[in-house]
């Protein structure tokens, strides 16, 4: 191990772990995907409401998961990867993706940024044939709706941000909820944020209201 190196510590801490814990040794990447979930909505919580301590917890946390899907990677019998090659396909990845930065193209605004790298994605996605191929299903409802509606034409945004009248069934519920989501996006709003907050507030409306009875 190289003296002074927190990184590859952490890594033959995983790697020792995964070896000699009988509960690690069994632990599949299904079984870790609620762990998944929830440490990273704790690093989302710990940037929202926490102090700096608790983000760079969190973060550990999270890198936790990534080193012990990389450790039970690097057991597979027919397509073995390792922690190495999970760093070396993110640093191949965000070199082709920053031409600006690691080339010669010009980037002089945030706008310009996310054109290179729209066509680097778009250059390493050809064998996609929906705009909304590789979007996670998986993900929350608003923050999904939010990502489909960024990939989707300005003319279908605009349709789905009509809001129609008050709902009467849980299908135009749905409708409402999305035209929500439209103009919350037309305006720079993050609705899965918006509503996270309210709910945040709402937790602290209700404990106070219970201390005061």
């Not at 909505?41 to 710990?46: K, L, N, R, W």
């Not at 082709?96 to 680097?120: C, G, Q, S």
């Not at 945004?157 to 129609?164: D, G, K, R």
């Amino acid at each position: 191990m190289t003296p002074n190196d927190p990184l590859r510590e952490a890594v033959e801490t995983m790697r020792a772990v995964r070896e000699r814990c009988v509960w690690s040794q069994r632990i599949t990447h299904r079984d870790l995907v609620p762990y998944l979930i929830e440490e990273s909505h704790e690093v989302i919580d710990a940037v929202e409401q926490g102090s700096r301590d608790d983000l760079r917890e969190e973060l550990g946390d999270l890198l936790w998961q990534v080193l012990f899907h990389s450790a039970i990677a690097a057991e597979d019998a027919d397509a073995p990867f390792d922690i190495d090659d999970v760093a070396r396909g993110l640093t191949e990845k965000m070199v082709r993706r920053h031409p600006h930065v690691f080339a010669d193209a010009v980037a002089n605004t945030p706008e310009e940024v996310l054109v290179h790298w729209n066509a680097a994605k778009a250059a390493e996605k050809r064998t996609r044939r929906s705009a909304l191929d590789g979007i996670p299903r998986g993900m929350p409802a608003l923050a999904l709706a939010q990502k489909m509606l960024g990939r989707v034409p300005r003319s279908r945004v605009e349709e789905a941000a009509t809001e129609p009248s008050a709902p009467a069934s849980e299908s135009e519920l749905g409708e409402a909820l999305l035209a929500l989501v439209a103009r919350a996006r037309s305006n720079g709003w993050d609705a899965e944020r918006a509503l996270r907050e309210r709910l945040r507030a709402l937790d602290e409306e209700v404990r106070a209201a219970e201390a005061g009875d």
